[in-house]
């Protein structure tokens, strides 16, 4: 094994897991967790869990386990904590979402009733469809701040915990636009002292989170830790930030054909895309200013896949349509449902359909689990600041603003196994294989 090139410390003790929001993905990713530590499951899923990792060359046959390559915690290592707008505990939250039969979630009856949740910070004026009353109270936002840190403190003390890691597992907040309060740390701190009205509170916990040195990582596609002051509490702290829009569905299947179709340079005419869904993810993006978020999330990832500056002839008139429909009696089964018009040799035309029934929160889950452990493993190796090489997990990922965000998912896969490879000191891979045959 070769020696790693940055020092990463030990993954010891206790890692707290701080969920925001207590609805169906925290829960099926809880009830996960506690199914395969007790045998009842497998982490189908999960790149950290399942997959494994080629080093060095083809003939050498070295490909060991993610998980037994890079010093990850153990799933018996995680302690979790969650805020959500109700009281209920992890087990009733989790029957009340429907995800996971009841002949699943008995056996981890005992695991998930001890999981209660702390009030949340949380505001109608940015999840207009949802209303709770197990909400904090504060006269500023920076108050409501100092609360969620206080609660930080009492569940790392209570558990002991050498380290925490805070994920966004809540509904998708209104659209908002950068604005003036979000370009600097000082304007920011002053607009939670204000109440300014462009902070949301997926801000006020990735403030709370980043100032107490914790990775926060954004699985909805709110605007939220990529702001400049954001960045800035980020450097300062030296801790990661990683998001955002958790890619589940309909864009996990846009991440895959649409690179197919550039390879192979076959052109676009149009991508029609609709999804329905019924549960309080469909509920909440029933409002337009909700849904407003989500589509921007979902609709820019085939121009920056297909590239159409560098291929005008393939690519740069394409019609790209994006819905989600409100369907309560799908629940959290989803339906995303593709029309694609392309066209190839002398301008023929053809189509390809995918009808993808999937569930939401059971393709989340293990995106979860390892975004938490390899967040918890870029703090310990001294990164800070935007991971982007865990790009493959998200709709929208983040990067450095100089640059065009990586869509195209074997390519962030390969970027993500790349830096693995980096830090553990092994040699990267370009898949190049000339040598074999010189």
Request: no cysteine.
């Given at each position: 094994m070769a020696k790693p090139?940055?020092?990463?410390?030990?993954?010891?003790?206790?890692?707290?897991?701080?969920?925001?929001?207590?609805?169906a993905v925290s829960t099926t990713f809880v009830a996960g967790v506690e199914a395969i530590k007790k045998g009842l499951a497998k982490p189908i899923g999960s790149l950290t869990q399942m997959g494994t990792i080629r080093l060095g060359k083809r003939t050498e046959k070295r490909v060991p386990l993610i998980r037994d390559f890079v010093p990850l915690h153990k799933l018996e290592d995680l302690v979790f904590a969650a805020w959500d707008i109700f009281e209920?505990?992890?087990?009733?939250?989790a029957k009340k979402a429907g995800v996971l039969r009841p002949e699943h979630l008995e056996p981890l009856r005992a695991e998930l009733e001890a999981l209660r949740p702390m009030k949340a910070v949380f505001s109608r004026e940015y999840v207009r469809k949802l209303d709770g009353p197990?909400?904090?109270?504060?006269?500023?936002?920076?108050?409501?701040?100092?609360?969620?840190?206080?609660?930080?403190?009492?569940?790392?003390?209570?558990?002991?915990?050498?380290?925490?890691?805070m994920i966004w597992c809540g509904s998708t907040e209104v659209y908002l636009a950068p604005g003036e309060v979000h370009q600097s740390l000082k304007a920011f701190e002053d607009g939670l002292k204000a109440n300014h009205k462009d902070i949301s509170p997926s801000m006020i916990y990735a403030y709370a989170a980043l100032k107490m040195?914790?990775?926060?990582?954004?699985?909805?596609?709110?605007?939220?830790?990529?702001?400049?002051?954001?960045?800035?509490?980020?450097?300062?702290?030296?801790?990661?930030?990683?998001?955002?829009?958790?890619?589940?569905?309909q864009t996990l299947m846009k991440t895959i054909i649409a690179p197919g179709l550039k390879a192979r340079l076959l052109g676009l005419n149009g991508w029609f895309s609709t999804n329905i869904l019924g549960n309080r993810d469909g509920e909440v993006l029933d409002d337009p200013a909700s849904f407003k978020t989500k589509e921007e999330s979902k609709l820019s990832v085939l121009d920056y896949i297909l590239q159409p500056e560098l291929y005008p002839d393939l690519y740069s008139h394409f019609y790209h349509k994006v819905r989600i429909n409100y369907y309560p009696p799908r629940g959290d089964n989803k339906e995303g449902w593709d029309n694609i018009d392309i066209f190839g040799w002398m301008g023929y035309p053809m189509q390809i359909k995918i009808d993808f029934l999937c569930r939401d929160s059971i393709l989340a889950a293990p995106l979860v689990l390892d975004l938490v452990l390899f967040a918890d493993l870029a703090q310990r190796a001294r990164m800070k600041g935007i991971l982007e090489w865990l790009s493959f997990y998200f709709k929208s990922p983040m990067c450095a603003p100089e640059l065009y965000p990586e869509h195209d998912l074997f390519i962030q896969l390969m970027k993500l196994k790349n830096t693995l490879r980096y830090l553990m000191g092994e040699e990267q891979i370009t898949h190049l294989g000339i040598e074999y045959y010189q």
């Open positions: 090139r940055v020092e990463i410390a030990p993954p010891e003790g206790k890692l707290g897991v701080l969920l925001v929001g207590l609805g209920d505990n992890a087990y009733e939250a197990h909400v904090k109270q504060g006269k500023t936002k920076m108050e409501l701040a100092e609360q969620l840190m206080e609660d930080i403190r009492k569940f790392k003390e209570e558990h002991k915990l050498e380290r925490l890691v040195g914790i990775p926060y990582i954004n699985g909805a596609p709110n605007l939220t830790v990529d702001i400049p002051a954001m960045y800035e509490l980020a450097d300062q702290m030296h801790v990661p930030i990683a998001g955002k829009d958790f890619k589940t569905g």
